[in-house]
């Protein structure tokens, strides 16, 4: 069964920093490009990071400098590592990738910066 499976959310005061974990059963992760989105409250799904098959990463200006991307093929899990979060981060964290032209989700874990 081909499935992405998310973790690591939680409640965190605003500066302070989260780990979140994207892991694969059925694909590779480092042959494909992975996605990081997100849906805050009232809000469109936005993506606003992604890895390369190459290991080469983008962000969004949102989160540049703040959040890093990484990814330990041994255990074929992607992580997000968030510091100095803020208020607006709040929301729902995605992991996805393109598997045989079709969209893979996993099923999100919320992330709520809250003081």
């Known amino acids: 069964q081909v499935q992405l499976v998310e973790s690591g959310g939680g409640l965190v005061q605003p500066g302070g920093s989260l780990r979140l974990s994207c892991t694969a059963s059925?694909?590779?992760?480092?042959?494909?490009?992975m996605h990081w989105y997100r849906q805050g409250p009232e809000k469109q799904r936005e993506l606003f990071a992604n890895?390369?098959?190459?290991?080469?990463?983008y962000y969004l200006d949102s989160v540049k400098g703040r959040f890093t991307l990484s990814r330990d093929n041994a255990k074929n899990t992607m992580y997000l590592q968030m510091n100095d979060l803020k208020p607006e981060d709040t929301a729902v964290y995605y992991c996805?990738?393109?598997?045989?032209?079709?969209?893979?989700w996993g099923q999100g874990t919320q992330v709520t910066v809250s003081s």
């Open positions: 890895i390369l098959s190459d290991g080469v990463t």
């Open positions: 059925g694909i590779n992760i480092s042959e494909y490009t």
């Open positions: 996805n990738t393109v598997w045989r032209a079709r969209n893979l």
